[in-house]
């Protein structure tokens, strides 16, 4: 029984299956939306109202020609999109949806599983740069380097304000925080401004407006995936899919009290936080326009980041007098 | 660790070809070199060979943004060729279409920024209000890109009261969705942080490098040909020339804006005061031997047209000198020093009409990339003796 509640966990939710659909789930509802806010259509035809049309566009890439250029590194250049995948599929896997009990921690769910899970959410950073720096092209390695400055912009605020609600809670495991924020849901609102930190920080992740300078089509072409073609490009927008669901599901977790609730009203709650979630990221994408690499920087230094320490500091105060 | 980035001539942010070249010093450029003539039609030979009111036709056909500024400055120069004087509601209609081009200009070139900065929402929302002015010129015309009104002597449509109420109304609309997009451009903390401080260019640069239009306005310099050297009507109409100080993109946004609010009070004085009468007068066919530069001020800044006749039905010669054309000194000193984010930006700013600016071929060698100026015999002299080694090819060959 075990092993089948394991396979099925790895296979249809949250494991693979899942994951593909959910994750192209997740971008037509992002495009629909960025298009509804921009006075657009957006997908129509592919399905009702067009949320077939992520998967359409899969495949349409899947089967279109596949370049490496002469130059690049074929073995890093074949290997990274597939490892991208893995990586944040992995990630999925240590959401506490199901499959988990607070008192017995497991595989995928254990003491320090909030470290884990912030740690593979940067390694699909590093697959981009490498990506970007193995084509060879000049337009991926100006794409390749911005990924990494924009790196050392953001990654300090987004782990500092993640772990500010682990600090209150007083705990490392996702499940934990998620049940502690759940039986006191008003000590979660002081995690406010930190929500808010960690949303533009993961927009940052993301890449997305107004954080899309590795890939502004304007200034550098495709940026790191400009050589990108066929299947390698399509399981690349495949991973950047899975990550933006991961990623909000990471926030919905630690900030919005996780999913409770066994398979299907867990699947409910996963569903209904993670598209919030989603859709103050597209609110944020619709609403700004692109800045530059040394404007992240600055602006991840000079206000994210004391910002985040001040949250910090006044979490601990907070911790002090509670207990 | 310096290396050249080629920008064009096929790039997503260009939209015609071009080649910029920029050598980059990490994120920031150290030079700029701009490289013409991909896209070189000939109009000017053409022009040679068609008649006065055939031209008219080619004119149009320089540009698809500024198509009535070519058209009317070109026509502009015959009728002064020809002697003739076009009736006051020709020229009140045809100064309304320029305008109202210069309307539907303006509101592309906002949209164009936001793109090109990512701002696509406003891209998407300018682009939405563009279509009004589209739809009035349509109504005016019958055609949204080449209006077609211009005639030596006139204008070829008349106004009736129904249309002019129609531009009325729409004009309101416009009126206020430009005031929020005024609002919105200048003021949206992410799209001001791409636009301030980019694209530097001082008065005394501005001024130095002969830049025209909206380029140098936003440096601080009120030159306009509408106000300093009024062609057709403008002398009795009101308006004010929008400047700007900062000398920055952000700038030449704020000088495009102000120059809408005032097209819209323009376009309303001109309808509001149009005097009755016949709106053409029948033109020559040929001009007298002379010659003559004819200006005006395009959306783009000031476009000339100098017109020599030799007393037959067409042309000597044509020359036409776009305000893109004049920009370009000015684009590459804006962007030295700049971040290569900023190209883009920089570049759009000038509101580029690639094709309106191609007057020459560049010939370069494959192998050595050395440039060479060909003359047309040379050039007949090299194909000759290519040739003369091949086959000479027959159309099809009989088996047998």
Redesign the interface.
């Known amino acids: 029984m075990a092993t089948l509640k394991t396979l099925a966990y790895l296979i249809l939710y949250p494991g693979l299956l899942f994951i593909f659909f959910y994750s192209t789930f997740a971008e037509w509802y992002d495009r629909k939306l960025y298009a509804r806010l921009q006075n657009r259509m957006g997908p129509t035809h592919t399905g009702r109202a067009g949320v077939l049309q992520p998967i359409a566009d899969f495949i349409k890439l899947m089967s279109k020609e596949d370049i490496v250029p002469e130059r690049a590194d074929r073995g890093m250049f074949r290997a990274l999109p597939a490892f991208g995948l893995a990586i944040v599929s992995a990630g999925m896997l240590l959401l506490p949806v199901w499959n988990y009990s607070l008192s017995n921690p497991s595989a995928t769910s254990f003491s320090g599983d909030i470290v884990v899970l912030l740690y593979i959410l940067s390694l699909p950073t590093f697959i981009f740069f490498l990506a970007g720096w193995s084509s060879t092209n000049l337009f991926s390695t100006v794409g390749a380097t911005r990924v990494l400055t924009m790196l050392f912009g953001y990654e300090v605020p987004l782990f500092l304000t993640v772990l500010t609600p682990a600090v209150l809670a007083n705990s490392w495991r996702l499940a934990e925080i998620a049940a502690f924020y759940r039986h006191h849901p008003w000590l979660a609102l002081l995690n406010i401004p930190a929500f808010l930190i960690a949303l533009i920080c993961v927009q940052a992740k993301l890449e997305r407006t107004p954080f899309d300078i590795p890939h502004a089509e304007t200034e550098i072409v495709g940026g790191t995936f400009t050589e990108y073609s066929g299947k390698k490009l399509a399981l690349f927008r495949l991973m950047m899919d899975v990550e933006l669901v991961v990623a909000a599901g990471l926030l919905a977790t630690v900030f919005l009290g996780g999913f409770p609730g066994g398979l299907l009203p867990g699947l409910i709650n996963f569903i209904i936080k993670t598209l919030l979630v989603i859709f103050l990221l597209c609110l944020l994408r619709a609403t700004t326009s692109r800045i530059r690499v040394d404007q992240v920087i600055s602006l991840s230094w000079r206000y994210l980041a004391p910002l985040a320490v001040i949250q910090l500091l006044v979490i601990i105060l907070i911790k002090g007098l509670i207990s | 660790m310096s ?1 050249q ?2 920008i064009g001539p096929q ?3 260009l939209k015609e070809p071009v080649g910029v070249r920029v050598t980059v010093d ?2 920031i450029i150290r030079e700029a070199d701009l490289r013409l003539g991909y896209n070189h039609r000939g109009v000017e030979k053409l022009a040679e060979q068609k008649t006065w009111t055939q031209n008219i036709y080619l004119m149009e056909r320089i540009c698809g943004i500024c198509s009535h500024s070519h058209a009317t400055c070109y026509v502009q120069g015959v009728e002064k060729l020809m002697e003739i004087e076009p009736p006051k509601r020709g020229l009140y209609i045809r100064i309304l279409v320029s305008e109202l081009e210069r309307v539907h200009s303006h509101l592309l070139w906002l949209g164009v920024a ?9 891209f ?2 300018v682009w ?1 209000d563009r279509e009004i002015v589209m739809d009035i010129l349509e109504t005016i015309s019958g055609n949204r890109v080449h209006y077609a009104i211009n005639a030596i002597g006139g204008v070829r449509r008349d106004l009736d009261e129904l249309q002019i109420k129609h531009i009325l109304d729409s004009l309101e609309v416009l009126r206020q969705r430009s005031a929020y997009y005024e609002k919105l451009g200048t003021t ?1 903390p ?2 001001v ?2 636009l301030a401080g980019v694209g530097y260019l001082s008065r005394e640069d501005a001024i130095e490098l002969c830049a025209v239009g909206p380029t140098l306005r936003a440096s601080g310099v009120p030159m306009d040909v509408r106000k300093d050297d009024p062609y057709a009507v403008y002398d009795e109409v009101p308006f004010e020339v929008c400047t700007a100080d900062s000398c920055d993109v952000l700038g030449r946004t704020v000088v495009r804006i102000k120059e809408l609010l005032q097209s819209y009070n323009i376009i309303e004085f001109l309808l509001k005061n149009l005097p009755a009468g016949p709106i053409s007068v029948r033109a020559p066919r040929r001009a007298k031997p002379n010659e003559v530069v004819s200006r005006y001020e395009a959306p783009r800044g000031e476009n000339i047209h100098y017109i020599k006749s030799n007393g037959s039905d067409k042309p000597e010669r044509l020359k036409v000198r776009a305000p893109t054309l004049a920009n370009y000194a000015a684009t590459i000193k804006m962007l030295k020093n700049g ?6 930006l920089i570049f759009a700013a000038i509101d580029p009409c690639i094709c309106c600016a191609e007057r020459s071929v560049a010939i370069v060698d494959a192998r050595t990339a050395q440039e060479r100026i060909v003359t047309m015999s040379s050039l007949r002299e090299l194909s000759l003796k290519t040739a003369k080694h091949q086959a000479r090819k027959r159309e099809a060959e009989w088996p047998l």
Do not use: K, L, T
């Not at chain 2, 936001?114 to 406003?122: I, L, N, Q, R, Y």
């Not at chain 2, 971040?339 to 883009?344: K, N, R």
């Open positions: 290396f980035i080629p790039h997503p942010a990490g994120e936001g793109h090109e900065a990512g701002f696509d929402s406003f998407m929302y939405r949206e992410s799209f942080a791409r971040f290569i984010a900023d190209v883009p």
